[in-house]
C-alpha cells in the first residue's frame, strides 16, 4: 500500500454527506416527478415528465460524488488523486442509492397506491402516444 493512503483521513464521513444529501434529493425529484405525472393528462409529447424527471435524478446523483469528493479534499486542504476520488464517487453513488431506495420503500408504506397509480399514468400515456401515431399512419 502506498504510504500516502495511509496518511489520509478516511473518506466515509464525505461518502456519508453526499450520499444522504443527494439520496434524500432523488427521492423529492423522484415524489415530485411521480405526482406530476399522475396529475398530468395523457401526453402526446416524445419526452414526458417521467423522462424529463428521470434525467434530472440522474443529473443529480451524479451531483453527489462531486459533492462527497469536493468535501473531502476541502478537508484535506489538499489534492487527491484519481483513483481515490473515482473510489469516493463510487461509494457516493453506493449510498445515494441506498438511501434512495429505503425513502421510496417508506413511501410506499405511507402511501401504497403511488407506485400503481403512476404506472397507469404512464400507461394511459403510452396509449395516447400509440392513438396518435396511427392517427398519423392513417392519414398519411
Known sequence: MNTMDE??????K??????????????LV?????????????????LGIMAIMSLITCLVAMAGALI???????????????GKGALIGLFTGIAV???STLLNQLWSVLNPDFNQQVIES?????KSKHRLKRICSITV
Open 30 to 46: 423522484n415524489i415530485i416527478s411521480g405526482y406530476a405525472q399522475i396529475s398530468s393528462e395523457p401526453s402526446v409529447t416524445i
Open 97 to 99: 442509492a441506498v438511501v
Open 122 to 126: 404512464v400507461i394511459a400515456s403510452l
Open 7 to 12: 496518511q489520509l483521513p478516511p473518506y466515509q
Open 14 to 27: 464525505s461518502v456519508l454527506i453526499g450520499g444522504g444529501i443527494i439520496g434524500g434529493l432523488a427521492f
Open 68 to 82: 462527497s469528493t469536493w468535501h473531502y479534499s476541502q478537508f484535506l486542504e489538499q489534492p487527491i488523486t484519481l
